[in-house]
């Protein structure tokens, strides 16, 4: 079983390295409308996986980008050796939220230096065991995943434009990742299932030990070769904007497995429960305004009161 052979291995670091996306994201909500703010999903992802374990973050900005963005992520902790500051525009995104906000209008993306990336890690950041691979183009995550060392615990996110456009590449990086973390609408698109537990098992079957699927207000399941693991949502009664909610409720499941430096049954309840208390935190507010002040204790507190919310 999988989790066994996790738990024998020695950790070589708690650390965990996160590739993905620094951005520029305008977002206009029925709360209302920011221009230009620091987002994208290495961001989100780190502003909760540092709560757990130091986060180094892999990605590239465009001279564009503000320096206060760059002071900020230091401040917070995060690990810039491998931010590139690349000839160009910083990959920028803007969307809005209308209705139940459960699924953002995109209005223009703009890839700017994203389009000819290719990670270049330092060379201690090639021995880390534990790795996220956030919602980028697969190609990119491949290259990255091909210059590291034998990573013990690899998760992987992406998104129905990658599960279409490069559905072959996604498939093989399927083969080499610990936990696929996917929306219940990415599940279904990837497995041709439409019953959700249908569609984490075929997805089980292309390669990851683990599949993470989110549903949003309704919580979050997984699905491993050996258990199954269910929580519910924190409840939210004021949802600001939901940008990056899946890419934090990553960050903080990432980031309590790589600190519990095991995985059973139990430890995978936690590290789900403590990704649906994060993502509840990013929900109520713009951005990372939210997020950015987050401590453990805030987590910790939150997370007593969702466990009492169930009733068994």
């Not at 920028?92 to 223009?108: F, P, Q, R, V």
Request: charged content about 20%; overall charge positive.
């Amino acid at each position: 079983m999988y989790q066994e052979a996790f738990n024998r291995g020695v950790a070589k670091s708690m650390s965990i390295l996160v590739l993905g996306t620094v951005a520029l994201d305008s977002v206009t909500t029925p709360q209302g409308t920011r221009r230009g703010m620091l987002g994208g999903s290495a961001v989100h992802f780190s502003m909760s996986a540092r709560l757990f374990t130091p986060v180094h973050l892999v990605a590239v900005v465009g001279r564009d980008f503000p320096g206060e963005h760059i002071s900020f992520l230091r401040r917070k902790g995060v690990k810039l050796d491998s931010l590139c500051v690349a000839e160009g525009l910083t990959f920028a995104w803007d969307g809005k939220y209308e209705g139940d906000m459960n699924a953002a209008i995109t209005l223009d993306t703009r890839l700017g230096v994203l389009a000819t990336f290719s990670p270049v890690l330092a060379p201690p950041q090639k021995k880390l065991d534990c790795v996220f691979l956030a919602n980028v183009d697969p190609d990119i995550q491949h290259a990255l995943l091909d210059s590291l060392g034998r990573a013990r615990l690899v998760g992987l996110d992406s998104m129905n434009y990658w599960i279409h456009s490069k559905r072959a590449s996604l498939l093989k990086l399927l083969k080499k990742v610990t936990l696929y973390v996917a929306n219940d609408q990415e599940a279904r698109d990837l497995s041709g299932e439409r019953n959700l537990i249908k569609a984490a098992r075929a997805l089980c079957a292309m390669g990851p030990s683990m599949v993470l699927v989110k549903k949003g207000e309704h919580g979050a399941f997984l699905l491993s070769k050996d258990f199954m693991a269910q929580v519910p949502a924190y409840p939210v009664d004021s949802v600001v904007d939901p940008t990056g909610a899946g890419d934090t409720f990553a960050g903080a499941c990432m980031g309590y497995l790589a600190k519990a430096k095991k995985i059973d049954q139990a430890c995978v309840k936690k590290a789900i429960a403590y990704g649906t208390v994060a993502a509840s935190f990013n929900v109520e507010g713009f951005g990372v305004e939210k997020t950015a002040r987050l401590c453990k204790a805030d987590l910790d507190k939150r997370f007593v009161a969702l466990r009492a919310t169930v009733a068994f």
